[in-house]
């Protein structure tokens, strides 16, 4: 397997663009949770689905973010319209809900946003 | 107010020497998870502890799960440039539902 596959890798913008992040599951993984990582934050969960279904969005900063997961192969995370405090790296992991499970991650998506 | 506190946040030290990190909470955890992310790259599981008590060792590297489930440490023997990462530590929130959260973790840097 490829592992976990986010598009793109690098992404720059303008303030008050739309961004759309893409995330590829592991086949066969349930759990598809998108975090977001800054130096003064760390990484923090934004939303994480089980079975294809929104459990806890509570981490999502504002209604600017929305997250979707029509299949158990895709998610993507939406961000309208973006702003320079969006500025960070965000990461897609998917895991299986069985047992002390692992958490297998992208490589993450850089975004700036000038 | 975070779950997971990690100490220190950064420490940078040479090849050769010991170290201790450590993550600390108030709450109790079925289990705990350590991580390490080079840069560039995603997080990558090193170990899951789910005892009180348990020591488990990977190579260098010895993690300890604490006697109450609330913390951990990650000790690492004559570490060696290669070491050089962010440390995470991370908890399922609800073992039932899967949210994984991770704590602000530790930047090593090993010099030569």
């Known amino acids: 397997d490829a592992g976990v596959i986010q598009s793109p890798r690098h992404e720059v913008t303008e303030m008050g663009q739309e961004v759309t992040l893409r995330c590829k599951p592991i086949s066969g993984h349930n759990s598809l949770f998108w975090y977001r990582q800054t130096m003064m934050r760390g990484l923090e969960l934004l939303i994480y689905?089980?079975?294809?279904?929104?459990?806890?969005d509570s981490g999502m900063p504002e209604d600017r973010f929305s997250a979707k997961m029509p299949n158990a192969s895709f998610s993507t995370l939406k961000i309208q319209p973006s702003e320079p405090r969006d500025s960070a790296v965000y990461f897609c992991?998917?895991?299986?809900?069985?047992?002390?499970?692992?958490?297998?991650f992208g490589q993450g998506t850089r975004l700036t946003v000038v | 107010t975070q779950l997971l506190e990690q100490s220190p946040q950064f420490l940078s030290i040479q090849e050769g020497e010991n170290l201790t990190v450590y993550c600390n909470s108030s709450?109790?955890?079925?289990?705990l998870q350590w991580y390490r992310q080079e840069p560039g790259e995603g997080p990558v599981l090193l170990v899951t502890v789910v005892t009180g008590g348990e020591v488990k060792k990977l190579k260098r590297l010895t993690f300890q799960f604490g006697d109450a489930r609330k913390d951990s440490s990650l000790h690492i023997t004559a570490a060696q440039p290669g070491d050089t990462g962010l440390y995470l530590c991370?908890?399922?929130?609800?073992?039932?539902?899967?949210?994984?959260?991770f704590g602000q973790g530790t930047t090593l840097q090993v010099k030569p």
């Open positions: 689905f089980n079975n294809n279904v929104p459990i806890d």
């Open positions: 991370a908890v399922f929130g609800s073992s039932n539902t899967g949210k994984l959260i």
């Open positions: 992991a998917s895991s299986t809900l069985t047992g002390y499970t692992e958490a297998f």
């Open positions: 709450s109790v955890f079925s289990s």
